[in-house]
């Protein structure tokens, strides 16, 4: 009797324990889904932004640099299209989403055109004179800033490639870099 007794209490404890341990996984299931569908924390936020103006500042600077030392003549590889390689490989690979597009109307490549509200909206602020366009959206239960970042003409060598730039002023944007990037 005594050992059906605490055959009995042993089943009991490990009844409770799955149990708790079955609740806690619920709860922790539970505090995750929440997570997902809460606003992401601005700390976040802005590290995500940190990153982009990192991105940016460092493919604009690298667009320049080569358009400067190695594009010389109209039969030349242009720099943008090594930027859209790069950023649909970037792409491709990665969590991430770097495109190049068209402020002007007249893009260059006719998939470089703005392809949602975002970018079709960023782009007229962009032309109004913002630096830069962001919005925080969420996919799949995971939180993303979107960002979009003017391209300037910086020299006369963008008109190489590019004849329509001709009148346009210099700092004036004919495009946007759109990033997509996860906010951890």
Not at 88 to 115: C, F, H, M, Q
Request: charged share 25%.
């Amino acid at each position: 009797m005594k050992h059906h007794a605490l055959v009995i209490g042993f089943v009991g404890i490990v009844v409770a324990l799955i149990t708790t341990v079955q609740s806690g996984n619920l709860s922790h299931a539970n505090a995750e889904e929440r997570v997902a569908k809460a606003s992401p924390n601005k700390a976040a936020v802005e590290r995500s932004r940190r990153t982009v103006q990192m991105l940016d500042n460092i493919f604009k600077q690298t667009i320049v640099m080569v358009t400067d030392k190695y594009v010389n003549d109209d039969d030349d590889f242009a720099a943008g299209s090594a930027a859209v390689l790069l950023f649909k490989k970037i792409s491709d690979d990665s969590d991430k989403t770097i495109r190049l597009i068209d402020a002007t109307g007249d893009p260059y490549e006719s998939e470089n055109v703005a392809k949602d509200t975002f970018e079709k909206e960023g782009i007229k602020k962009l032309k109004a004179g913002a630096k830069t366009v962001d919005e925080v959206v969420t996919r799949d239960g995971k939180h993303y800033l979107r960002a979009l970042t003017p391209v300037p003409v910086v020299m006369q060598k963008c008109v190489m490639c590019h004849a329509h730039y001709e009148d346009v002023k210099t700092g004036e944007p004919i495009g946007a870099i759109s990033y997509t990037v996860p906010i951890d």
